[in-house]
């Protein structure tokens, strides 16, 4: 069991932190996420779980793993992650979704130029979610990391934008804004070390080259809504939240984060039903 270390002002963003991703739609906190020894462990347990999953699946597809394995949720919902995301959100918060999104070195597929916000359009309402991405390997332009386009989140469609087919054998999804809706020239690459995290809003538009480095690239994303969004009810079967921080201010059904839920991620296996 993680220590669940008290609410520490050292993860809390600054003020000039909070208007950079108000306006930016992003932000690169300083500071590492989790003590050294809690990373090591996730790291050594992510890596046992990568160890263990098929080799016919693609290692950027490990979606929704805490449904299945609850340790996961010891540091989702630890203090020092929901510290990040509360001066955005407010104090009543839901763990809305995790997605280990591992590039391995030399053949990592690129992830198309898109807004979370278009997967989740059916999902959520009103469409307000901050993803915390902590960096389990060195992310960088070598071995692709991320990219934001500031500023997307309240400009053009707004997290809505036109999308068109992409080649599915190299990319992480198989559709992307296409290039009318979006301005790739003002990209910012989210370079991080292990054990620190950049944030984005799920209007931002986003996105990462392949890695064709020596170096593997893993991203864990820890998604977060405020409690006034509802998950859309007809997907109950499939998808499940869990409290993070303050109260459940539409008693929507919450998941036990100490449980496992094998028998949602059955449903979203024969449904072919990804949160993204
Ligand atoms: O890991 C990446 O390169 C992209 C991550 C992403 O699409 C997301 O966090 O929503």
Redesign the pocket.
Known sequence: MITQTPTSASNRLSPEEIAHYKTEGYALPKGQVFPDDEFKALVEHFDAKLAAWPKDKRP?AMDTPHFTDPKLNEWALAPAVVDLVEPLLGPDILLFST?F?C?PKGDGRR?PW?E?SAYWGRMLDPMEVA?V?LALDPSTEEN???YVIPRTHNTGKRGFSDYEGVDKATS?FDTEIVKADRKDELAVPCILQPNHCSL?DARTQ???PPNTSDIR?C?W?IRFIPAHVRLNPDLADRHVLYQARGRNLLDQPLADPTKNYSHIMEVRRKKHFGA?
Do not use: F, L, N, P
């Open positions: 950027e997605h999104i590039k992830v898109h979370d993803t991405w692709g990391c991320m992480v984005h986003h996105g990462s690239r991203g994303t993204h």
